[in-house]
């Protein structure tokens, strides 16, 4: 069966430090990745998502940005936190054709 | 601009009654809906889909309803079980050439089911 695996769990950074998220998933090939945040009070909002290795495409403009270099790996990264980036963040998978969709535990992101 | 909307942040029910969760969308083009289910620390799983071809889909204690005209679909629960107690996510997708990547999430709607 397929797994996903996010790390860390919780994260405390100070702003304007850089960030590194993983997130890889077992069991198939060639999924589909995504990158959600769930900021307070908000529903999850599309980051990011990968079709493929080395294809990224972004949803929204921010201080973030994500790479997959390898073909069930998924990284998060930023060069400067901001305090506005602190957030729940979720990494998913999906087969090819988009959904469902299946989320892995997530990283709670505080910046100080 | 919300596209999904879960109008109810919470829901309390009794054990062994209905749960009815709401989910009302503004964007006609969604054509692909989902729940999903959260506990507290752990990530969103997966309950129950339906496309925009039927107006209803059923898995165990599980249903979904679709109205199309309406823009409303909800997720029947029953019997509730204190174990349902979670929050849960209304989502929606738009087909595009036979792959849909971007869901659209509600709020959530937080249920509790008391003994």
């Known amino acids: 069966s397929q797994t996903i695996h996010q790390w860390p769990a919780t994260l405390v950074q100070p702003v304007g430090s850089p960030l590194s998220l993983e997130c890889t998933v077992e069991?198939?090939?060639?999924?589909?990745l995504y990158w959600y945040r769930q900021a307070a009070g908000r529903g999850l909002q599309l980051l990011f998502y990968?079709?493929?290795?080395?294809?990224i495409s972004s949803e929204v403009p921010q201080n973030l940005s994500a790479s997959r270099p390898q073909d069930r790996q998924f990284i998060l990264s930023s060069k400067k936190l901001l305090l506005s980036d602190s957030g729940f963040y979720l990494c998913?998978?999906?087969?090819?054709?988009?959904?469902?969709?299946?989320f892995g535990d997530g990283t709670r992101l505080s910046i100080l | 601009d919300q596209q999904v909307k879960q109008n109810s942040p919470s829901l309390s029910v009794q054990e062994g009654r209905i749960s009815i969760l709401n989910c009302d969308y503004t964007n006609s083009m969604f054509d692909y809906f989902l729940w999903y289910k959260k506990y507290p620390a752990e990530g969103p799983t997966f309950l129950i889909s339906i496309s925009s071809i039927k107006d209803k889909n059923e898995d165990g204690r599980f249903t979904v309803f679709l109205n199309k005209s309406a823009k409303h679909l909800s997720l029947h629960i029953v019997p509730s079980q204190p174990g349902d107690s979670a929050v849960y996510f209304c989502a929606a997708s738009v087909d595009s050439g036979g792959s849909n990547y971007k869901l659209t999430f509600g709020k959530g709607t937080l249920l509790t089911v008391n003994p």
């Open positions: 998913a998978w999906s087969a090819f054709s988009g959904q469902p969709q299946h």
């Open positions: 069991g198939t090939s060639n999924p589909n």
């Open positions: 990968s079709v493929g290795i080395g294809q």
